[in-house]
């Protein structure tokens, strides 16, 4: 007995020194497992190496917290569970908590914190409200803040998309959570070592027009104007102490000087020209291209504005004259001379006709709402659709060595109006015959990837003019072509000059008494951080979470069946378990 006793305790002492073991083993050797199909628990190299690289601890409050509907509970673990991956790898660089802030509120209390709630840029939300329900003042505030170093940065969490429902619009929020909370990193850590530039010179849009887009991008980037007007003396003042004493050769001076310093941006944006490019500011450009440098073109090719047609109410369309075709045709793509008229359009503001005097808002065809052409690629990926106004359409070339991808296209009923297109204001309001709008899915925006050959590969006479290291070709660049200057512009208040949100009508907010806002800031963003971004973080864009719903007509079908075998199966396996261990037991001790 001395001995089993002895034994024991000695096998007792075993088992708890392993334990101790394992748990400092587990602790040196940490390791986890996702067994997820689609890996959803498993962070993308860029998100690892911003969360390596933090220098300081980012701390997350979540307000998305208290009693929610079941879908928002699904939002809040995701975000719970992903900020504990987080922590992983930053350590004590991450902290975070989860508070409902609306918690024993008077009402007057939660309309103060939702008012400063949206002012910082942290969007609200109501549950859904089923048709048997009354209307009550609960809220939820699906996002939080981050805060690094003594700065701010909003976080919304649930990205809500025109005609999905809750569920799909929280399963989408889901996939894309490690790209939002990236983000947020990634503002933390900015550093603008990066350099972007608008160019100017050539009639661009004004520094109010860019005013939201240049914000936001300074967060990430280091933004600057850049003037490639070689005419212009703002131009010249740009490099003017090069110049000083150059003589004869200024003029060449002057070129060297401006691709030298066009070669310091990562990338530039030629956001809706309207004045004619020379050869030599398009050999600039070509060189800055062949260097390794990343272009947005935001190139239009026909003059329609909407001020023109309120003022005569009939204009005809002119062609823009920016000598821009045989450079877009080298890389690959074509900006035909023509218009896309969209049934799936964005309108306009109209007075009513009917002299009440009330303005009204009606569609208007010239204004198409364009979807992504490929949504699993990481620009257009869960992207509503963008606001383009008199945007043309784009064929691609026969340019080898080039991939094309189509981001942006029309709708299934559009049609092409070519060159002069009569722009009246006498088709509003007539319901348009789907029948005619015939040519789908008319190409507006297209990535261009891949090596890229000199415009001025065999033109000998602008290389010989100017004495400067020419290239012929790149490998591995992109850029990317966009029809519709106006997709960049945000809207600006006469008068006081404030600048909207890009993306933002209010106009049409006026109009129905709530918010419009189109994804133009976020394609534009995503179009940015594609081409220049050394993190890599939009690659978290392509990851999918699926959805997995119950097929509710059957579990109502077959509810009692599965109630019974709940209920019942448990007891009968403890049942059964108990009949053949005192069966095994019986036959194990009978001889004894």
């Known amino acids: 007995m001395s001995k089993l006793k002895t ?25 986890r497992f996702d067994l997820t199909k689609e890996k959803r ?55 975070f908590e989860f508070e409902d802030i609306l918690e024993d509120k008077e009402l007057d209390e939660k309309e103060e914190i939702l008012k400063q709630f949206v002012t910082k840029g942290i969007e609200i939300t109501r549950p859904d409200i089923k048709p048997d329900e009354t209307p009550t003042e609960k809220y939820i505030v699906p996002g939080g ?48 070592d990066v350099k972007l530039a608008f160019l100017t010179g050539h009639g661009e849009l004004g520094d109010s027009e860019i005013g939201d887009i240049a914000r936001e991008l300074s967060e990430f980037y ?6 490639l007007n070689i005419n212009d003396s703002n131009c010249t003042k740009q490099v003017a102490k090069a110049l000083v004493n150059a003589g004869d050769k200024a003029p060449q001076l002057l070129i060297s000087k401006l691709i030298e310093r066009l070669n310091t941006y990562r990338g530039i944006i030629v956001a809706k020209p309207i004045d004619r490019f020379k050869e030599v500011e398009k050999f600039m450009l070509d060189q800055y291209i062949m260097n390794g440098g990343k272009v947005i073109w935001l190139v239009e090719s026909l003059n329609a504005e909407m001020d023109s047609v309120g003022k005569y109410k009939n204009i005809f369309t002119s062609n823009y004259d920016l000598n821009l075709d045989d450079l877009l045709f080298r890389y690959g793509v074509r900006i035909n001379p023509d218009l896309v ?4 359009c964005h309108g306009i503001p109209v007075m009513s006709r009917g002299g009440s005097g009330k303005p009204g808002f009606l569609p208007w065809i010239f204004y198409p709402l364009v979807n992504a052409a490929d949504s699993t690629h990481p620009v257009v990926k869960n992207l509503s659709s963008v606001w383009t106004q008199f945007v043309s359409s784009i064929d691609t070339t026969a340019a080898t060595n080039i991939k094309k991808t189509i981001l942006l296209h029309s709708s299934q009923y559009s049609r092409i109006a070519g060159n002069p297109v009569d722009i ?14 015939n040519k789908p899915f008319k190409p507006v925006a297209v990535l ?9 590969e065999h033109l000998d006479g602008m290389k010989r003019d100017i004495e400067i290291p020419y290239k012929s070709m790149v490998q591995n660049n992109k850029m990317i072509v966009i029809s519709d200057g106006d997709m960049i512009r945000n809207q600006v208040k006469q008068g006081s000059g404030e600048v909207y949100p890009l993306g933002f009508d209010r106009f049409a ?54 109630q019974m075998v709940n209920m019942l199966g448990p007891v009968l396996a403890v049942v059964l378990f108990g009949v053949l261990n005192g069966w095994y037991r019986r036959r194990k001790y009978a001889g004894t």
């Open 222 to 227: 280091s933004v600057d104007r850049l003037n």
């Open 509 to 562: 907010s006026q109009a129905f008494g709530e918010a419009v806002v189109f994804a133009n800031k976020k394609f534009l963003l995503n179009c940015i951080d594609y081409l220049c971004d050394e993190s890599n973080l939009i690659e978290v864009r392509t990851k999918v979470v699926e959805l997995r719903l119950l097929n509710k007509p059957l579990v109502k079908e077959e509810r009692t069946y599965w």
């Open 145 to 192: 803040i981050a805060f690094f170093k003594g700065k701010e940065f909003p976080i919304n969490l649930l990205k809500k998309k025109f005609g999905n429902s809750t569920e799909l619009d929280i399963n989408e929020s889901i996939e894309q959570l490690e790209y939002e909370l990236g983000n947020i990193i990634r503002k933390c850590l900015a550093g603008k």
């Open 424 to 437: 009246s204001l006498d088709i509003l309001g007539i319901q348009p015959n789907p029948a005619v709008f």
């Open 7 to 31: 034994k024991g305790i000695s096998s007792f002492f075993y088992l708890i020194l392993g334990i101790v073991l394992i748990n400092l083993l587990s602790d040196a050797l940490y390791m």
């Open 41 to 95: 628990f498993t962070l993308a190299p860029s998100t690892k190496n911003l969360l390596k690289n933090m220098d300081d601890v980012a701390f997350f409050t979540i307000y998305l917290d208290g009693e929610l509907p079941s879908n928002y509970k699904r939002l809040q673990q995701a975000t719970k569970d992903l900020l504990n991956e987080f922590k992983v790898i930053a350590g004590n660089n991450i902290e």
């Open 448 to 456: 261009l990837e891949g090596t890229f050959k000199s415009h001025y």
């Open 341 to 344: 008229q969209d049934i799936q």
